[in-house]
């Protein structure tokens, strides 16, 4: 059973679920101040995810005992742990909406609108830059996709195929300039326009 919870001081994690038959999905992708299981300490069962390091990591242990015992000497910290899952549990929600209601590419969007804090969903793992204003007026911004493709495409549902197929749309309609790692987006406005206007279909 659970004894506690981890903090991901550097590097990147990847928390993902499988089968007996190999098959592995990614849950979340987890950057610095990142938390996780903190939720199942609490009822002592095993953890339901499994944590892979996709860089180099620092984790930092924070044994249950540890916590009930700050608990008790500070209750607003209570406040804050609560804080923290009903957030992950918001986020859980949304990601169930994300994958029954959204096609790929909506999906793909919404990662990047949400790395960019343009976006109701926020998916973890991208670094986004700010917003600038460009010479047009548009909002321009760019993000760092965090992992491998294949991670990236499990995270938001997808096949890798699929995921390839999705950001070469994007890209061929101008709304993304894919560089490596580095996504460009010239204009969040008509990215955001677009997500909306495609078919689930």
Do not use: C, W
């Amino acid at each position: 059973p659970s004894t506690g919870f981890y903090m991901v001081r550097e590097g990147l994690m990847q928390l993902s679920v499988s089968n007996s038959e190999g098959m592995v999905k990614v849950v979340e992708i987890l950057r610095p101040g990142s938390a996780f299981g903190h939720a199942v300490m609490f009822v002592h069962e095993p953890y339901p995810v499994d944590a892979t390091a996709l860089a180099d990591s620092h984790l930092v242990f924070v044994p249950a005992a540890t916590v009930d015992r700050v608990l008790d000497e500070n209750p607003a910290m209570a406040r804050i742990m609560l804080a923290s899952m009903a957030r992950r549990l918001q986020s859980t929600i949304q990601d169930i909406a994300m994958l029954s209601l959204q096609s790929a590419t909506q999906r793909i969007v919404a990662y990047i609108l949400g790395a960019v804090g343009a976006g109701p969903y926020d998916l973890g793992g991208a670094a986004g830059a700010p917003a600038a204003e460009t010479s047009l007026g548009a909002r321009s911004t760019s993000i760092e996709l965090p992992a491998l493709k294949q991670v990236l495409a499990s995270r938001l549902g997808m096949t890798p195929e699929t995921f390839s197929r999705a950001m070469r749309a994007l890209s061929d309609r101008g709304l993304i300039r894919a560089d490596g790692a580095v996504v460009r987006i010239p204009d969040v406005a008509a990215l955001d326009t677009y997500a909306r206007s495609v078919s689930i279909l």
